[in-house]
């Protein structure tokens, strides 16, 4: 059997930890997109669309996202489409990550006060109109600080998908423990890299709290 | 012709019906002040004819357009009749200029240097010129009620609704912003506004309308229905805001 340096053991891990950032981004980007999608139908008119925008926040915010990972992936695999681990949990992260962005912003575009959309309607603007130019700009503001927050959840979350077999940081920790029975050093190091990309996130997100209500309050 | 035709309104919140069959007929450049008690209905009234709020029966027209509750008809009427609120709303994201410029853009698609001149042109004409690039923080109550003003010029409307817009100013602001009314009035603009300023009411308007109860209690120029209230509301009203 070969012997493992330390070294080797956080090669491994760093190069898994690639996997973990860019699935991080990319559910991020989709969740973002999806969700934004979702905060327009459920700040909208249309009473469909709305209810379905509310139902399928509740259903995402109400279920373990390990459950949604697997009924994406053995869903999927069940009508006969075989897909990929990074696909499925790809998909299964953008929609739980969808609905949690949606229900942030939403918090933020019902802070805008009725009176922005009084005034842009009786100015003749529509809905998109007023969300483009008068409401998201202000509710963006607000909502820098809690979405860096969230994103902290989604690296994180990655880890779940170690499950179905994607290869990222904690699956990477499972295969060298497995080689090198030395948990506590190989989970020790997990941990640590989880930490140094959530660090900067959550402090970041503190950060950017502080400047902004300042920035608000001397505009 | 009339230029805002009010038959029959009636409007509902519930149970609680606020507005009891409303029939008033505005002539172009009328200046018509609204006054009653609190809970009477005048700001509903305001917010249908720019249909923030839908009504229940009854027609309201303008310039000959019966407005109906759809996006298309909403955004006609609403190029026709604009509306001033007590609380300014003015867009904080934006300068003044900018504020006065952004639905000509979105709404007219007017270009950027179009828009721009007319809003020049707007805060000129409501005294604010100089504050083009000011923020609401750095306009004081009566400014920015101003430019709420210009604002609302600048899509050239027939008409303006102006809901107790000098309510949420100071005092010694108040009488800019009916400077900027009266102006208004002075040159043609048809003018529906709730107001507490009974002396001003008195100077500029050509009818007063008396609510009460979600009716139209009494309706006239302002010698008549100040000097001979018919009813006993409305001499009640008077004795009360006038002491
Ligand atoms: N969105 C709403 N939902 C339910 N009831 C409402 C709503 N808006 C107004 N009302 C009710 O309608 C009635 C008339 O209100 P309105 O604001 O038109 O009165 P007003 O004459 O403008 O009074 P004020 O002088 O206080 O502004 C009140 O009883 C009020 O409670
Ligand atoms: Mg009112």
Redesign the pocket.
Known sequence: MTEFSTWDILCNLLLATRWTILLSLATFLFGGIVGLILLFMRTGKRRALRRFAWDYVELFQGTPLLMQLFIVFFGLSLVGLNVPPWLAAGLALTLWTSAFLSEIWRGCVEAIAKGQWEASSSLGMGYFQQMRWVVLPQAFKIAIPPTVGFSVQIVKGTAVTSIIGFVELSKAGTIVTNATFQPFVVYGFVALIYFALCFPLSMSSQFLERKLNVAHRNH | MSLIEITEVKKR??D?E?LKGINIDVAAAEVIAFI??????????L?CINGL?TIDEGSITVAGAQLLPDEIHLKALRLKVGMIFQQFNLFPHLTAGRNVMLSQMVVKKVTEKDAEAMARNMLDRVGLGHKFDAYQEELSGGQQQRVAIARALAMQPMALLC??ITSALDPELVNEVLAVVKELAKEGMTLLM?THEMRFAREVCSRVVF?HQ?RVHEIGPPEEVFANPKTPELNQFLGVTEH
């Open positions: 919140f519930g609680n606020v009653g008690k609190s809970g009477s209905g005048k700001s509903t009234l917010r709020e809901d107790e709730v609510m979600g």
